[in-house]
């Protein structure tokens, strides 16, 4: 069973930059979708981004589109989130989560659901002052 460890969160100023990875141990990385939640204090987690199980296909919710870019590079085990533009709304903790299944249609529906993901990380803070 892979294990999820996400890194590269922090405090960055409004407008400003952070790269998060999630680096997934164990077999089976590039068979499964992968996607990033995030729950800011207060607020129940919701869906940030998800890719397919090749990286062709991504899907975004709406407030991050054009700012955040979710990658993947199965020779690191690792899947991205690239946040620029930074908004204080964006901050929060994000979690990064694996599905059970490759299906390249899962992004259509499934994937935008907490209960779409089987396995997740810990979590790694970000904060956007304004």
């Known amino acids: 069973q892979l294990q999820l460890l996400e890194s590269g969160g922090g405090l960055v100023q409004a407008g400003g930059s952070l790269r998060l990875s999630c680096v997934a141990s164990?077999?089976?990385?590039?068979?499964?979708?992968m996607g990033w939640f995030r729950q800011a204090i207060g607020k129940e987690r919701e869906f940030v981004a998800a890719?397919?199980?090749?990286?062709?296909?991504?899907y975004y919710v709406d407030s991050v589109k054009g700012r955040f870019t979710i990658s993947r590079d199965s020779s690191q085990n690792t899947v991205f989130l690239q946040m620029n533009s930074l908004e204080p709304e964006d901050t929060a903790k994000y979690y990064c989560?694996?599905?059970?299944?490759?299906?390249?249609?899962?992004?259509?529906?499934?994937?935008?659901?907490?209960?779409?993901?089987?396995?997740w990380g810990q979590g790694t803070q970000v904060t956007v002052s304004s």
């Open positions: 890719v397919s199980a090749n990286g062709e296909r991504q």
């Open positions: 989560a694996q599905a059970m299944t490759g299906w390249s249609r899962y992004i259509d529906g499934p994937a935008r659901a907490e209960r779409g993901y089987a396995i």
């Open positions: 164990g077999r089976g990385f590039d068979l499964y979708v």
